[in-house]
């Protein structure tokens, strides 16, 4: 497989990946009114890095930023491709011949640090959202959100086989 085809089919997984994790949330909302991130405020984050505004008290009451909400989904979808990329830099190339759930599944558990870390501490909910209303259940929300994209990760790999 050349580099050209390597790269289309981790990009072709990444998306596939985030497409599986989005799909998966938009089933929970509609079926048991479980809320998910709305990505207009990643692209707001975003937006106001530009002015060296990196974090903010409470992401949600900052001034809305042009075209957020494009901005959001795109970052999202480019975070889906870059964490396909670590999955198989980490395990080899050989993982887009065969996929693993395996390694999908440490991949998606593993990219919840993201968000715990970086995301939630610059959105002021504290570092895994541990100054929210009730910081276990965010927990648990992001945590089944990204072994979701882990699995959507094993099965967009096996579509593109």
């Given at each position: 497989?050349?580099?050209?085809?390597?790269?289309?089919?981790?990009?072709?997984?990444?998306?596939?990946?985030?497409?599986?994790?989005?799909?998966?949330?938009?089933?929970?909302?509609?079926?048991?009114?479980?809320?998910?991130?709305?990505?207009?405020?990643?692209?707001?984050?975003?937006?106001?890095?530009?002015?060296?505004?990196?974090?903010?008290?409470?992401?949600?009451?900052?001034?809305?930023?042009?075209?957020?909400?494009?901005?959001?989904?795109?970052?999202?979808?480019?975070?889906?491709?870059?964490?396909?990329?670590?999955?198989?830099?980490?395990?080899?190339?050989?993982?887009?011949?065969?996929?693993?759930?395996?390694?999908?599944?440490?991949?998606?558990?593993?990219?919840?640090?993201?968000?715990?870390?970086?995301?939630?501490?610059?959105?002021?909910m504290g570092i895994a959202a541990a100054n929210t209303?009730?910081?276990?259940?965010?927990?648990?929300?992001?945590?089944?959100?990204?072994?979701?994209?882990?699995?959507?990760?094993?099965?967009?790999?096996?579509?593109?086989?």
């Amino acid at each position: 497989m050349s580099s050209a085809e390597m790269i289309a089919r981790m990009v072709g997984i990444g998306l596939g990946a985030t497409l599986f994790m989005d799909l998966v949330a938009w089933l929970r909302k509609r079926l048991f009114y479980v809320q998910s991130l709305d990505y207009a405020l990643v692209g707001r984050w975003l937006g106001h890095m530009v002015s060296g505004t990196f974090s903010h008290p409470s992401i949600n009451s900052a001034r809305p930023t042009r075209h957020e909400r494009l901005i959001g989904w795109g970052f999202h979808y480019l975070t889906g491709v870059v964490f396909a990329g670590l999955l198989v830099a980490a395990v080899g190339k050989d993982w887009l011949y065969q996929p693993t759930l395996v390694a999908a599944l440490l991949a998606g558990l593993l990219s919840v640090a993201v968000p715990w870390v970086i995301m939630q501490p610059a959105f002021g909910m504290g570092i895994a959202a541990a100054n929210t209303p009730n910081p276990r259940l965010a927990r648990q929300k992001s945590l089944l959100t990204h072994l979701t994209f882990g699995l959507g990760l094993y099965v967009a790999g096996w579509l593109l086989v």
